[in-house]
């Protein structure tokens, strides 16, 4: 009961890693929805081409293009550390697992 088998930790990963992949979905949908919003509005608001004068459209396409530069980049950073510390953690069990002492000594040191 108090020493993992390589199933049960292989397991808890996999599960670990299925839970931070739905928190970065989870994060890029709210980041999509706060950014670009359903549009809900049928009537068309652009000004017409003919004058001259850019379309509004156009005037957010610069904007919006620069946030989803910076939620891709965040995205992205936020991927990289949970891998470092996922790989951290795969490696600090590993080590655990080869150097563990038998059962009985557990309980002298505890004791």
Request: proline fraction near 5%; glycine fraction near 6%; include cysteine.
């Amino acid at each position: 009961m108090g020493k993992f088998t390589e199933t049960s930790d292989t397991a808890f990963f996999f599960w670990f890693i299925i839970l931070v992949l739905t928190r970065i979905k989870s994060l890029i949908n709210t980041l999509q929805t706060k950014y670009f919003p359903p549009n809900v509005d049928f009537c068309s608001r652009d000004i017409d081409p003919s004058d001259g004068k850019e379309s509004a459209t156009e005037k957010m396409r610069t904007p919006a293009g620069r946030s989803f530069g910076a939620i891709k980049e965040a995205v992205e950073e936020f991927a990289k550390t949970t891998a470092m510390a996922v790989g951290d953690v795969v490696h600090k069990t590993k080590r655990k697992g080869t150097q563990s002492k038998p059962i009985h000594e557990n309980v002298k040191d505890e004791l």
